[in-house]
């Protein structure tokens, strides 16, 4: 008998809610419309791909520079007779950091 009785109650509590909700948007909709124009929502802003292109040009240009500075004192330490034992590693990355950057400022 409870659950009955507990089902009715949230039934009938349950139909304000939907009609509430329902009411605010129809406001607002009448609102948009009462100010003589359709808002839209606002779209997404447009990639400017020249900006991304120049922002990741920049970041590995920095990668290279750092890179470089650290491939200087391992190349010092060479000539010290101690080999780092990522060397080799850095001297490829500073390889294909470069041949990318040469590709991107290709005309």
Do not use: C, Y
Request: no cysteine.
């Amino acid at each position: 008998m409870s659950v009955r009785v507990l089902s009715i109650l949230a039934f009938l509590f349950s139909i304000p809610l939907f009609s509430l909700q329902s009411g605010t948007v129809q406001r607002e909709q009448q609102m948009i419309w009462s100010r003589g124009q359709m808002m839209k929502p606002d779209s997404p802003p447009e990639l400017d791909l020249q900006a991304a292109r120049i922002e990741a040009i920049r970041h590995d240009a920095a990668d290279l520079s750092t890179l470089s500075a650290s491939l200087q004192s391992d190349l010092q330490n060479l000539q010290k007779g101690l080999l780092a034992k990522d060397l080799e590693q850095k001297l490829k990355n500073l390889e294909k950091l470069s041949k990318k950057l040469r590709r991107e400022l290709a005309p």
